[in-house]
């Protein structure tokens, strides 16, 4: 088993920022039903149900501007790879509701300690 110090510093703070975003969508009524699901061909940070609608949700987490806000990273490539693993995740599990959503939470560090989350939803599909 890998200890914490052997994993990178980028994987920490992004899964950091994956529990908050877990945390914070709870608050707000979600109900989380899969945390980093992946295959060899996709990626989804988290899987939720909103209501009556399968949510498939990117999260980024920014500890400075180096990189541009949480929000900037989602481009049309990713976009297009986010809509690719939501049909396909929902391919493998049809008891799922039909009404799908990709939402995003950016989680924001580079103002000071205290984070600054944004929720998007609806991003795309």
Not at 9 to 20: A, N, P, S, W
Not at 95 to 119: C, S
Request: hydrophobic residues 35%.
């Amino acid at each position: 088993m890998q200890s914490d110090q052997n994993i990178p510093l980028r994987k920490q703070r992004g899964h950091e920022g994956e529990l908050l975003a877990k945390k914070y969508l709870q608050k707000n009524g979600y109900r989380i039903l899969d945390i980093n699901w992946q295959t060899r061909w996709a990626e989804i940070d988290l899987v939720a149900i909103d209501g009556d609608t399968l949510v498939f949700v990117e999260v980024k987490t920014r500890h400075s501007r180096e990189y541009g806000a949480p929000e900037e990273a989602i481009t049309p490539h990713k976009l297009k790879s986010l809509e690719h693993s939501a049909l396909l995740f929902k391919q493998q599990h049809p008891e799922l509701p039909e009404a799908l959503r990709i939402d995003f939470v950016g989680i924001d560090y580079a103002e000071g300690d205290k984070p600054r989350i944004n929720l998007i939803k609806n991003i795309s599909l």
